[in-house]
């Protein structure tokens, strides 16, 4: 199954204080959640016609270890099957070769304009 990763830098508002998720100034589980799901988009943007998009429909992650600010974290998704527009991830964030959560990420395909048409407000 094909493999992508990508590097991000812990920045400040990467953090669990200036996200609201925690108290500390370390990398924050949405911020790494973030990351994962832009990877995974990532990946699919090169595979996908140019009226199509994905969006992330599910997710379940471990975060196991904190990451400082300034931390170069690489994050590597992997598919793992496609079920017609869904594809599924495993992945692992890794911060100085330590992995620093893992989990499955699961991803829809859909039509840019088909989706937005269901966002329109009734007139």
């Known amino acids: 199954m094909e ?12 953090t669990a204080k200036e996200i609201g998720s925690g108290d500390l100034e370390v990398l924050g ?3 790494v959640l973030a990351m994962i799901e832009n ?3 990532e990946y ?5 016609a140019s009226e199509e998009t994905s969006v992330g429909t599910l997710i379940e992650a471990r975060h196991l270890r904190p990451s400082k600010v300034g931390a170069e974290i690489m994050v590597k998704v992997k598919v793992e099957s496609q079920e017609k527009t ?3 991830f495993s992945f692992e964030a890794i911060d100085n070769e330590q992995i620093i959560a ?8 859909i039509l840019t304009d088909v989706f937005l048409d269901k ?5």
Request: charged letters at 30%; zero cysteines.
């Open 3 to 14: 493999e992508f990763s990508k590097k991000f830098v812990v920045g400040s508002k990467d």
């Open 29 to 31: 589980t949405p911020a």
């Open 39 to 41: 990877t995974a988009k």
């Open 44 to 48: 699919l943007h090169k595979e996908l």
């Open 86 to 88: 869904k594809i599924n």
């Open 102 to 109: 893992t989990g499955i990420h699961q991803r829809a395909v």
């Open 119 to 123: 966002l329109a407000l009734p007139k």
